[in-house]
């Protein structure tokens, strides 16, 4: 049974940092596609980012790029999102996906239930 289980989430004050965790289970986690997305109230779930199995290559929204980063420790089959200077607009809920065969917005094989992020003073 496939698992994926975020955490990391909280409140943060505009500026701030969070980093959040995803741990797998229940597959092959190191030859898999692993990526975050987000969903914020009324809005569409949307793509973060994203990182290939070994981990070399990345992908990430433009919205994110250079605050977001993705990465993996395939030992402790753990995908992270460090997320630096936070905006209000980030706050939504934060799913983890993996995918055996795709990356990017397209990926999504397996879910997390999701992790709240709320930026605000």
């Known amino acids: 049974q496939v698992q994926l289980v975020e955490s990391g989430g909280g409140l943060v004050r505009p500026g701030g940092s969070l980093r959040l965790s995803c741990a797998a289970s229940g597959y092959t986690f190191s030859s898999s596609y692993m990526g975050w997305f987000r969903q914020a109230p009324r809005k569409e779930r949307e793509f973060v980012a994203a990182i290939t199995w070994s981990g070399p290559m990345t992908l990430y929204a433009d919205s994110v790029r250079g605050r977001f980063t993705i990465s993996r420790d395939n030992a402790k089959n753990t995908v992270y999102l460090q997320m630096n200077s936070l905006k209000p607009e980030d706050t939504a809920v934060y799913y983890c996906?993996?995918?055996?065969?795709?990356?990017?917005?397209?990926?999504?094989?397996?879910w997390g239930q999701g992790t709240q992020v709320t930026v605000s003073s």
């Open positions: 996906a993996a995918d055996l065969n795709r990356w990017g917005k397209s990926m999504g094989d397996y």
